[in-house]
């Protein structure tokens, strides 16, 4: 007997309703029955119990739907009410990094009542998240993957984390980045950014796990990386 329900991970976490795909899951090593990274998400939402997380791009918006399953569960156990838990999602929509396919009235955003601001990252945090002093237990960082993205995008919305928050930033594996391939029409940037933001982060004030599955030539799917970051108090 399998710990995850295979039914509800192939329906909700890695399709949409069957109907299609969702976009962009195997930079995180997820196949169609096999969360990858999608896991770690998931275990740091429930075992920390966050109830307001902040998700900075989305492609076809793996990372939110997870964490908000496991808003659910542990809500589900009688940890806190429905209204108690938020997921922000901030993309701008503008085809850098990749293709957003939902909209407001897409089918992911009204099964996981995902909170969607359509916004650079800049302009959200300063119009949306400050005016309404909205603190943060998680932000996942995945917006633009410049060196500059990545920093300016660190710096503003690191304010916003609470105590023991957690700071996770994607494709931070250079190697799986740099021997990636693509075709001619498919959508897909190089990230620079976030391998080489994790090496100047400055460790005395921050804790660092870096999460890369990446080997050459292997015969199973592989993440392009996670960081998962901690203030030390």
């Given at each position: 007997m399998?710990?995850?329900?295979?039914?509800?991970?192939?329906?909700?976490?890695?399709?949409n309703?069957?109907?299609?795909?969702?976009?962009?899951k195997?930079?995180?090593?997820?196949?169609?029955d096999?969360l990858?990274?999608?896991?770690?998400?998931?275990?740091l939402?429930?075992?920390y119990k966050?109830?307001?997380?902040?998700?900075?791009g989305?492609?076809?918006?793996?990372v939110?739907?997870?964490?908000?399953?496991a808003?659910?569960d542990?809500?589900?156990l009688?940890?806190g009410?429905?209204e108690?838990?938020?997921?922000y999602?901030v993309?701008?929509?503008?085809?850098i990094?990749g293709?957003?396919e939902?909209?407001?009235?897409?089918w992911?955003?009204?099964?996981?009542?995902i909170d969607?601001?359509?916004?650079?990252t800049?302009?959200?945090?300063?119009d949306?998240?400050?005016?309404?002093?909205?603190?943060?237990?998680?932000?996942?960082i995945?917006?633009?993957?410049?060196?500059?993205?990545?920093?300016?995008?660190?710096e503003?919305?690191?304010k916003l984390?609470?105590?023991?928050?957690?700071?996770?930033i994607?494709?931070?594996?250079?190697?799986?980045n740099?021997t990636?391939?693509t075709?001619?029409?498919e959508?897909?940037?190089?990230c620079?950014?976030?391998s080489?933001?994790?090496?100047?982060?400055?460790?005395?004030?921050?804790?660092?796990?870096?999460?890369?599955?990446y080997?050459?030539?292997?015969?199973?799917p592989?993440?392009?990386?996670?960081?998962?970051?901690?203030?030390n108090?």
């Amino acid at each position: 007997m399998l710990l995850i329900n295979q039914s509800v991970l192939k329906q909700f976490l890695t399709s949409n309703d069957f109907k299609s795909d969702v976009k962009y899951k195997w930079t995180h090593g997820a196949t169609e029955d096999y969360l990858g990274l999608g896991m770690v998400f998931y275990a740091l939402t429930y075992f920390y119990k966050f109830k307001s997380c902040i998700v900075l791009g989305s492609g076809g918006g793996f990372v939110p739907r997870i964490i908000r399953q496991a808003q659910w569960d542990i809500k589900d156990l009688g940890f806190g009410e429905e209204e108690d838990y938020h997921v922000y999602l901030v993309d701008a929509k503008n085809g850098i990094n990749g293709i957003t396919e939902w909209g407001e009235d897409d089918w992911f955003i009204k099964r996981f009542w995902i909170d969607t601001i359509v916004s650079t990252t800049e302009k959200a945090y300063y119009d949306y998240f400050v005016r309404r002093n909205i603190k943060a237990d998680m932000i996942h960082i995945d917006a633009g993957h410049s060196l500059e993205d990545v920093e300016r995008d660190f710096e503003l919305y690191s304010k916003l984390l609470n105590k023991n928050g957690i700071i996770t930033i994607h494709d931070i594996d250079s190697e799986w980045n740099e021997t990636i391939q693509t075709t001619e029409t498919e959508t897909y940037d190089k990230c620079e950014g976030p391998s080489e933001f994790i090496k100047k982060l400055d460790k005395k004030k921050w804790r660092l796990i870096s999460l890369m599955d990446y080997t050459p030539e292997t015969e199973h799917p592989t993440s392009s990386g996670l960081a998962v970051i901690q203030r030390n108090e």
